[in-house]
């Protein structure tokens, strides 16, 4: 059955539309006759025999003034200016019978009057205003004659006219808000109704069995439609009477729960199609007295089942890929280590001289050796952490040591591609507690992937500081930037950025593994790049022991003296002081 979505928010049926329009017609029309009354009053006086006083002009004004105020305001919904014209209707009425002779004059029924125009509003409470409003004017027209202070009541057809017009104004708007009332009780009589036949549809029209179920798990009402596997016919005997025998005791504490939590939700097979499943959700609304919702669940069940499957199918293929990737990364690793040695024994020409080809070709093999051990490092890692086999080994040392090795190993790299390496190190001791290696691969994968993207003549910078308990490393360069599509993408295994040329030269684990040493520390990696500007990746890790001093550019740092044998490091990379 089609709702109209309107008529159902404002508690009407279809077709219906509240529209105060009568009443207020009515009104209006019960005004313009006061007014018109008045004035034929008005008119009948002056051609009456005899002489007509000024009390008596007064009180012809004043049932005149209230009545125009109310057509000049109108239909308005304004609170405070209906009680403001009630407030007239009381004054300028009880003035009348006051100028009159009070209570027992000619126009003592215009004391009535703010009740006569409250019962043409829509409001009971304004009804009630007015009755308070003419009470009072009631009781001030009645002092006011016992006091001697009010003029003497008209006589002969005066009193007549006068008191024809009070009575039948007064009469005829009584009159008028009991019709309005009556009708106004029709109107919402109706909209309820309709709205209890629009309700009724829509409950006995849902797709689920709504319940009313008692403590005792007796259910005392059913609307809807009953899922496949359950008739309606079989609850009165009690809830868990819909489930085969087995699911009995899963509605009963069900129920239990619900009576106890507040809410609870439980599948079962039902009875009559244990094949199928269903779901009940019940909550309680008093304390022995529950409502529920029982539907048709097989299709949600089936799919959960092979979303599951398929999870578990997916996680066994991750952990399987894992372990072969493991295992032959470990594999190749040691053929590819005796390849290494063979070429390097060639390269220091241990058993004799060679000739410049072969000496270059041992270069290049020892060369490719070492680049293609990195790739399978780097698969190994990216395995044992896919697999949750990557252990820490976590050790207290000082993290610029880590760094500078990073530098160090690729400063001849930085030299053939023409590009500055700088740091930028504390001069106090990093003290953290972290796995030495990690670290060192950190920076070894973010320098690799800045020398890969600057181009000649660049800059990458590193830099290393530590405070409130993080070190944070941060590898910029001045390369050729990120584009925002690739910059979602990387971070993640097998990943990568740029050109054919510069994708060719790695895996796309460099990121990955990055951020994965960092969340094995707790930490984490956050890039920022724009085309043409340069990059910046930056990791905090939570490892640090020991706040230094503000980090120094490199060139103001003092040089370590170096050991005899170790090799010099070159103009792009300089040595942090020894702590003094």
Partial sequence: MPIDGASFQTGLGPGQASSPTGAFGAAHLWRLGWLATVIFATGAAAFTPGVVGLPVWLALAAGAVPAL???????????????????????????????TGGVSGA??????????????????????????????????????????????????????????????????????????????AGERDSRQVSELNTLQTLVDGAPQ?????????RVRTVRGAAPRGVATANLADGLASAAVAGDRQKVSAALATALDAGEASVTFAPL???????????RQVSPDLLVGVMRDATLDKARETALRQARAEAEGLAAGRARFLANMSHELRTPLNAIMGFSDIMRARMFGPLTDRYGEYAELIHESGGHLLD??????????????????????FDAREAVTAAMR???????????????????????????????????????????????????????????DGELELVVADTGVGISPEDLERLGRPYEQAGGVDQRA?????????????ARLHGGEMTIESRLGAGTSVSVRLPVLLRASRPAMEAPLLEPAPEPPEEPELGPNVVKFAPPR
């Fill in 505 to 517: 030269k790695g895996t796309g684990l460099g990121l990955s593994l990055v951020r994965a040493f």
């Fill in 209 to 217: 069995l709504l319940l009313v179920v008692a403590s005792d798990g």
């Fill in 107 to 184: 126009m003592s029924a215009w004391i009535l009057a703010p009740v006569a125009a409250a019962s043409t509003l829509s409001s009971p409470r304004r009804l009630a205003e007015g009755a308070s409003l003419a009470l009072i004017g009631g009781a001030v027209a009645a002092l006011t004659q016992l006091s001697g202070l009010a003029p003497p009541a008209p006589t002969g057809p005066l009193a007549f006219v006068l008191g024809f017009l009070s009575v039948a104004t007064v009469g005829v708007g009584l009159a008028s808000g009991l019709i309005l009332t009556h009708r106004r």
């Fill in 69 to 99: 105020a109310a057509l000049a305001v109108g239909d308005r919904r304004d609170e405070r200016l209906q009680s403001l014209i009630l407030v007239l209707w009381a004054t300028c009425g009880a003035g009348a019978a006051v100028v």
């Fill in 375 to 396: 790739l399978i490092n780097d698969v190994l890692d990216m395995s044992k952490i896919e697999a949750e086999r990557f252990e820490l080994q976590r050790g207290e």
């Fill in 272 to 282: 009559l199609d244990p094949t199928r499943t269903v779901c009940l959700d019940l």
């Fill in 409 to 467: 190993l690729l400063r001849v790299q930085a030299d053939a591609a023409g590009v500055q390496l700088r740091g930028v190190l504390p001069p106090d001791e990093l003290e953290v507690d972290a796995d030495r290696r990690a670290l060192k691969q950190i920076v070894l994968n973010l320098l690799s992937n800045a020398l890969k993207f600057t181009p000649r003549g660049g800059q990458v910078i590193v830099t290393a500081d530590g405070h």
